[in-house]
T-cell receptor
Framework: GAGVSQSPSNKVTEKGKDVELRCDPISGHTALYWYRQRLGQGLEFLIYFQGNSAPDKSGLPSDRFSAERTGESVSTLTIQRTQQEDSAVYLC??????????FGNGTRLTVT | TQLLEQSPQFLSIQEGENLTVYCNSSSVFSSLQWYRQEPGEGPVLLVTVVTGGEVKKLKRLTFQFGDARKDSSLHITAAQPGDTGLYLCAGAQGGATNKLIFGTGTLLAVQP
């Protein structure tokens, strides 16, 4: 595809349920990033994958959050036992090893 | 923890006015990027500055990287309604990682 694709674009879930968010990066991009953005605010780093290196998980806010990436393609961000404070837009980006980040349009997660 | 503080947080101005947005940190970054984000979309890269003291111009936008590579500014001349959006600075740590730390954001509204 031409850009980074994220699905779903919107997700409403009940407190306590698990959710999976998907990111399809630009083909050939070795690096993939997940960020969280609360309304009108900056981006909070969650996790960074670079090639075959161990991912940088230093931004994951709790052990309820995890992410996987299959090779240099699709990534899924999983949030277990969702809480209301998890409500935010989750943004995925990809890049070449040293290039600028290309973002998807995000998944808006609402926990009721 | 590296933090990038942006000021002001919100800015509402009339078309034709000039404005400056600041991005400050106590940490040194190998490079700094500026992004603009519109509602419902991911951030889009505007510019990357790498050298301390570097100034880059993009039409009516002027970006400067501080001499010590800890801060940056974005100046917009004769703002237009199309400049409306969330402006984000992002610092790169350098080394083997391409991970970016994003600033707190400046929400700009340009009234016609």
């Amino acid at each position: 595809g031409a850009g980074v694709s994220q699905s779903p674009s919107n997700k409403v879930t009940e407190k306590g349920k698990d959710v999976e968010l998907r990111c399809d990066p630009i083909s050939g991009h070795t690096a993939l990033y997940w960020y969280r953005q609360r309304l009108g605010q900056g981006l909070e780093f969650l996790i960074y994958f670079q090639g075959n290196s161990a991912p940088d998980k230093s931004g994951l806010p709790s052990d309820r959050f995890s992410a996987e990436r299959t090779g240099e393609s699709v990534s899924t961000l999983t949030i277990q036992r969702t809480q209301q404070e998890d409500s935010a837009v989750y943004l995925c980006a990809s890049s070449l090893a040293r290039g600028p980040l290309h973002f998807g349009n995000g998944t808006r997660l609402t926990v009721t | 923890t590296q933090l990038l503080e942006q000021s002001p947080q919100f800015l509402s101005i009339q078309e034709g006015e000039n404005l400056t947005v600041y991005c400050n940190s106590s940490s040194v970054f190998s490079s700094l990027q500026w992004y603009r984000q519109e509602p419902g979309e991911g951030p889009v890269l505007l510019v990357t500055v790498v050298t301390g003291g570097e100034v880059k111009k993009l039409k009516r936008l002027t970006f400067q990287f501080g001499d010590a590579r800890k801060d940056s500014s974005l100046h917009i001349t004769a703002a237009q309604p199309g400049d409306t959006g969330l402006y984000l600075c992002a610092g790169a740590q350098g080394g083997a990682t391409n991970k970016l730390i994003f600033g707190t954001g400046t929400l700009l509204a340009v009234q016609p």
